[in-house]
């Protein structure tokens, strides 16, 4: 059908016209049918909320409705969901069983069968109910039961050889449970066993000389009880241990790098009835070796505090040479710096003492050079403008335009004296600025339009932009013109 999907494991009738259907995948499903036995519809109940943690769902019958087992949970169907039963899980030790069969018997009876073991839900005389363990020995093989029919004085179980029945007086109480039993003692290292008296509550702690580095202890529960494959048993060493181990079913505790001191290991048992057996001790005390002794550590530290004073000694006097070592060093270094510093004045003011003389020599070769320049082009630059004043003289205008160049280039040589001594003065830090309030803007654009014919001359064209406001500056407009000048004449040519 359509409506259903998943592989089914168990089927359910749950009155007339209601049947519910188990599968691995999916489910359970409700299959709703009428008087007829006509199928009406199918109710997936896949997601159902109550549904979403129990994993794999079986489907068992019940007087009261069905039963629903997935994961740990027991669950009923209210019409709407499936609800936990209150206090009714699967039993705690199931482990990785696989459960085969639910039903319902006497008196509020719940039989519940695994693929190894069968338990009972009953009232015990506090009025509590749990699960107990029952021992089926001739059903204990591992046969697969199909279903389970408990009866007042019988009970009948379908498997796969055939049908069983059990009368319910072969179920009587299990036999005395023994008390839990240390069978042995071993060293973990190689497993060779160890000698070790039997127990006795007034026996001394046993103990062992030379101790091994660890300890495994060897334990069982006595019993002929059917299923005592399913012992298990939980144990701790006190003065080691904070709490119990879990319970399990290993017959063996090992400990390993056992500290000194006294301890007491106990372990007990419980059988595959659920029963706990009553636990067995063993006092044992580790004792230190020789060199943990209290005299053997008294030794040690004197022979310690001995070492040290002598190590400390030793680094004492390794160090006091280390330092005049160090101090020797020092004062050859200080007495080879000295000689060197000295030699270094001595290079210096010699040094100094040239540079005196060569600047000496400098200054006087600059005012040589201006004075001698200076005095000839004065002698030149006094006729020429003579002539070119005097109105009496008349002059053509190519020989005005000559006798003009020649005055301006004299005059230009004699700036350059001019600016040669200033450079001199300027380095001798005896060149006065002459400083005045200078509006910047103007005055560039003034030198600007003097150089203009220079630019020209060599195929530049200029652009001048100046700030809206006015830029007063405290300078020498001299020294700013020949700085002008210079800047714009290098450009212009290179």
């Given amino acids: 059908h359509s409506g259903l999907h998943g592989r089914s494991h168990t089927l359910v009738e749950s009155g007339p016209n209601t049947i519910w259907l188990g599968a691995y995948e999916a489910g359970p499903f409700r299959l709703r049918l009428d008087d007829d036995g006509q199928l009406m519809g199918i109710d997936d109940y896949s997601e159902a909320p109550g549904r979403r943690n129990m994993g794999e769902v079986q489907v068992f019958a019940g007087r009261e409705g069905p039963w629903f087992i997935g994961g740990d949970q027991i669950r009923r169907f209210d019409g709407e969901d499936f609800v936990p039963v209150p206090g009714l899980t699967v039993p705690e030790n199931l482990g990785n069983e696989a459960l085969w069969r639910l039903a319902e018997g006497t008196d509020g009876e719940l039989w519940l069968r695994s693929n190894a073991r069968t338990w009972v839900w009953r009232t015990q005389s506090d009025g509590s109910a749990r699960w107990q363990l029952v021992s089926l020995r001739p059903l204990d093989d591992g046969l697969t039961t199909y279903w389970i029919l408990p009866e007042a004085e019988q009970i009948w179980f379908a498997r796969m050889d055939g049908i069983a029945r059990l009368d319910r007086s072969d179920l009587g109480p299990p036999g005395e449970l023994l008390p839990t039993l240390i069978s042995g003692l071993a060293d973990p290292a190689d497993g060779r066993s160890l000698p070790w008296p039997r127990l006795d509550p007034d026996a001394s702690p046993w103990q062992r000389s030379p101790m091994p580095q660890g300890l495994r202890f060897q334990f069982a529960l006595p019993s002929f009880q059917a299923g005592a494959a399913a012992t298990q048993f939980r144990s701790r060493l006190l003065g080691m241990d904070a709490d119990w181990s879990p319970w399990n079913t290993r017959a063996e505790r090992s400990y390993t790098n056992l500290p000194d001191g006294d301890f007491r290991f106990q372990v007990q048992a419980r059988d595959g009835l659920g029963r706990e057996a009553a636990l067995a001790e063993l006092p044992l005390r580790v004792d230190p070796p020789w060199w943990r002794h209290p005299l053997a550590r008294l030794l040690q530290v004197g022979a310690l505090l001995a070492l040290l004073i002598a190590l400390y000694r030793w680094l004492l006097q390794r160090r006091e040479r280390q330092l005049l070592a160090t101090q020797a060093e020092l004062e050859r270094n200080v007495a080879e710096r000295t000689a060197e510093l000295a030699s270094s004045n001595t290079q210096l003011q010699v040094q100094a003492e040239r540079l005196r003389q060569v600047d000496q020599l400098k200054s006087r070769f600059f005012d040589n ?41 004299a005059r230009r040589v004699l700036d350059l004296i001019v600016e040669l001594m200033d450079v001199n003065r300027l380095e001798q830090g005896q060149l006065p600025l002459r400083r005045q309030s200078l509006e910047l803007g103007s005055f560039v654009e003034r030198q600007l339009e003097g150089l203009a014919p220079l630019l020209e001359r060599h195929g530049h064209a200029h652009e001048l932009q100046l700030p809206e406001s006015p830029a007063w500056v405290e300078a020498d407009p001299v020294q700013i013109e020949r ?6 004449s290098n450009a212009a040519k290179y």
């Fill in 483 to 488: 700085c002008l000048g210079n800047l714009v």
């Fill in 369 to 409: 050079v201006s004075h001698e320049f200076r005095t000839p082009l004065s002698l030149v630059l006094g006729p020429l403008d003579d002539v070119l004043r005097d109105a009496r003289v008349r002059l053509g205008e190519r020989t005005r335009e000559h006798l003009e160049m020649a005055n301006r280039n």
